[in-house]
């Protein structure tokens, strides 16, 4: 299968609010509810944000967010810190038990 | 506490194999399955299959399919991943991760992740 396609790079100032896009077909993305979202570090392994589309882990800020509509996903980081600079990846579930991730997004804090 | 710890850096020659080694701690082994994903430097994350620690059986995405082997063995709580006839495009930082077995029933996310193990090819 092919991969998600999200944007390269996503840039706001401390505060703001920024959304990337994840987009897949009807199936990956659109046929199933097993979005994730991981943040990555450099040097570091990819932790999971969001999953199963909108829900956050235990320990993960509320001021991340997720949603789907049809065969796009997203993320949103609402009052950007310098601390949320890192890439971020969606996967989703992409039938006969296999997974397939997004290119990547550099978020960059102003 | 829920723990995967990888082997160590491997350094390889073209045409050989590898075999990178996945420990968990934390849980019920048999109770999630283990999935690799792999990642070349300054690029994205990779997905190569997966294995149910329980059964045995895998699962591989077909680019990888002849040259990559998923096993486990459970007196050690330990799942391994061999991959054959290396070239300098498989250098790269291989991630194991846990999910649940029958992922489709519950979530199907990598909530655990190992610290990643770099694997080297060159002459």
């Known amino acids: 299968q092919s991969a998600l396609t999200q944007p390269a790079s996503v840039s706001g100032s401390p505060g703001q609010s920024i959304t990337i896009s994840c987009t897949g077909t009807?199936?990956?993305?659109?046929?199933?509810?097993?979005v994730s979202w991981y943040q990555q570090h450099t040097g570091k392994a990819p932790k999971l944000m969001i999953y199963d589309v909108s829900n956050r882990p235990s320990g993960v800020s509320n001021r991340f967010s997720g949603s789907k509509s049809g065969n796009t996903a997203s993320l949103t980081i609402s009052g950007l810190q310098a601390e949320d600079e890192a890439d971020y990846y969606c996967?989703?579930?992409?039938?006969?038990?296999?997974?397939?991730f997004g290119g990547g997004t550099k978020v960059t804090v102003l | 506490q829920v723990q995967l710890v990888q082997s160590g850096a491997e350094v390889q020659k073209p045409g050989a194999s590898v075999k990178v080694s996945c420990k968990a701690s934390g849980y019920t082994f048999t109770s999630y399955d283990i999935n690799w994903v792999r990642q070349a430097t300054g690029q994205g994350l990779e997905w190569m299959g997966w294995m149910n620690p329980n059964s045995g059986k895998t699962g591989y995405t077909q680019k990888f399919q002849g040259r990559v082997t998923m096993t486990r063995d459970t007196s050690i709580s330990t799942a391994y991943m061999e991959l054959s006839s290396l070239r300098s495009e498989d250098t790269a930082v291989y991630y194991c991760?846990?999910?649940?077995?029958?992922?489709?029933?519950?979530?199907?996310?990598?909530?655990?992740w190992g610290q990643g193990t770099l694997v080297f090819v060159s002459s």
């Open positions: 009807s199936s990956d993305v659109g046929g199933y509810k097993f």
């Open positions: 991760a846990r999910i649940p077995s029958n992922c489709i029933s519950t979530t199907c996310t990598l909530q655990y």
């Open positions: 996967s989703s579930y992409a039938s006969s038990i296999s997974l397939v």
